[in-house]
């Protein structure tokens, strides 16, 4: 078998249901990577909410490993939400960056770029006004190099469960 660093990289397309489980596989990837445990029941509340969200408000862009047939390379996925109007966004549709993720074997090849990129076009066809995420420390420096920056307000949390 090739090594990933011998292989061409293949294009990002967009997920179909068949991809879930490596969908899912690659974000609990992530979520390790970010100190978060993923319980067993995660993937089957995260399958079931991806399999009937894809293609409406969920948009998921994954790159095939050419390695290994069946399995993904990388991952991305974004959420398009509908909120009130504002002065600023009369669209009211807004954007989050849940998660990009790529395999071990594919890092530092431009696969998250890739993806990243792939999903701010969907963003854009869906007339979506601005994209948040929140960045890794792995991830930043890749996402301030596409445009993102600090809002002028901070983004607090309150946690109720």
Known sequence: M????????????AAVPADADEVLRLAAVMYAAM?????????EVAR?????????????????????????AACGAGVTSQRLPGPTN?????????????????????????????LLEDFRRRDV?????HATPDGEGLYRSLGFTEGPNPGLRLRLL
């Open 90 to 118: 009369l669209t009211a549709r807004v954007g989050y960056l849940q998660w990009v993720c790529t395999d071990e074997a594919w890092r530092r090849r431009g696969l998250a770029r890739a993806v990243t990129t792939a």
């Open 35 to 43: 100190g978060v445990v993923v319980v067993p029941e995660w993937y």
């Open 2 to 13: 090739a090594s990933s660093t011998q292989v061409p990289l293949p294009a990002p397309r």
């Open 129 to 133: 006004w601005a994209v948040e995420l």
């Open 48 to 72: 079931t909410s991806l399999l009937s969200r894809l293609g409406e408000d969920v948009a998921v862009v994954v790159v095939d490993d050419a390695t290994r047939p069946g399995a993904l």
